[in-house]
């Protein structure tokens, strides 16, 4: 296998703009409105049709657009009316061939898991009990209850689902009929089988079946979640009772719409996420609180917490970029059900380029020379919060597959409770650590009031 390093990854929320800004650029036929509580939907001539999100928000399509924003704008009973805004389109990272000697400097060779026989496991110094996630002595001590399996959807750029180190992963549904070109669950989208691609669309419109990742970063995002443990071959992700669940959502130039965001959160909430992993971002929001609005519906009616990158924008440690000040999005939205994370080295402290808030950025987890998974049976190396995510999505998985009655608050709120204390970070991050497994896993054991963890 080849073994290849993708260097240092400005994630999707940390490039910037190569045209214009993402406000000014929204598709030109699709209006986001929200009724007030009580209200329904509104009528119009300009509306060719409507179709509802969740909760009291409708997308609906118009010939004119303008127009019928106007027109809503003097309707007392209208909450908002917003476009659909594309993120900006942003070079990608290329790939990086790596020499081992390079590979001999990393302080990946600090852990010994004798927990997985993974030959690559030892790269994974995110592992290790002194500058990560202590996972390693996690699983040396794991509760003896029945671990549940707990579905990840993935909103990224795809997921190779045939990769060697992940095809046992992935999820699959059992009620629909691979290739027979039926709906068969009725769920409005035919051969979903490992989840949906919003970016490809049929006749009618729905969201297409082909959720196989053109670019390396879903892939690398899903096998830090959960690739497969102790089957010989390649790295072990964090979680072990997960079945990753792919949606194609962000282009392989970024360049993602709202109404595409909103669509896959859905999706991955209906049908039975638990946990979503969203590493990317824009620069704008234009104020619309679409996506906002979908997390906290997902969180409050099917119990999905949504994790997400800080973004990469800073040149620490001389000149920090605050979330607080300059939001990033989805990242700086105010949801209960919304977990942002910031990004650490291996030796502990938080990378350079990591964003902070201390009102909205919650938690950090090692994000600096993290080795995953990278389509073609092919692993590599990256580093940014897009890499962050998921390593704390995958020890949100472990904590849900023992303790599964926790609610999403509950599960952030515990994770955010049991971070393991890192000085410099109290005046950077909510919680002022990094995410800690054992920890999280001992204290969820030990109390019986889980409550308890609710802000």
Known sequence: MKKLTIGFLLSFSAIMATAEAAGSRFHPKHLFIKMKEGQIMVKSPLIKSSKRIIGQLYLVKTNKLEALKQELAANEAVEYAQKDFFGEKRLMPKLEVLDFATLAMKRFTEANFVSFNDPDASKLWAFN????????????????????????AVVDTGVDHNHEDLKDIMWTNEKEIAGNGIDDDNNGYIDD?????????????????????????????????????????????????VKIMAIRTVPDDADELDSNIVEAYLYAAKNGARLINCSFGK???????????????????????????????????????????????????????????????????????????IKSVDIAAPGSNIYS???????????????????????????????????????????????????????????????????????????????????
């Open 129 to 152: 009990s002194t500058a990560g996630m202590n996972v390693s002595e996690a699983y040396d001590s794991l509760p003896s209850t029945q671990a549940e399996e707990i579905i990840v």
């Open 193 to 241: 089988i490992h989840g949906i691609n919003t970016l490809v669309r049929d006749a009618q419109g729905a969201a297409t079946l082909n959720t196989m990742g053109s670019h390396w970063h879903g892939t690398h995002v899903a096998g830090t979640i959960a690739a497969t443990q102790n089957n010989g071959i390649g790295i072990a992700g964090v979680a072990s009772n």
């Open 283 to 357: 620069q704008v929001n234009e104020g619309g609180m679409v996506v906002r609005d979908t997390i906290n519906e997902i969180g409050k009616k099917y119990n999905t917490l949504v994790i997400a990158s800080a973004g990469n924008d800073s040149s620490g440690p001389f000149s920090w970029h605050n979330n607080d000040t300059s939001p990033k999005y989805p990242a700086a939205f105010d949801s209960e059900n919304l977990l942002v994370i910031a990004s650490t080295t291996s030796s502990g402290s938080l990378s350079t380029f990591s964003n902070i808030g």
């Open 373 to 455: 998974t990278i389509i073609g049976n092919k692993y590599g190396m990256a580093s940014g919060t897009s890499m962050a995510s998921p390593n704390i999505t995958g020890v949100a998985a472990m904590v849900l597959s023992y303790y599964p009655k926790l609610s999403a608050t509950e599960l952030k709120s515990l994770l955010m409770k049991t971070a393991t204390p890192v000085a410099a970070f109290k005046t950077q991050i909510v919680s002022g650590g990094r995410v800690n497994l054992k920890a999280a896993l001992a204290k969820a054991k030990n109390t019986n009031n889980l409550r308890f963890f609710t802000k």
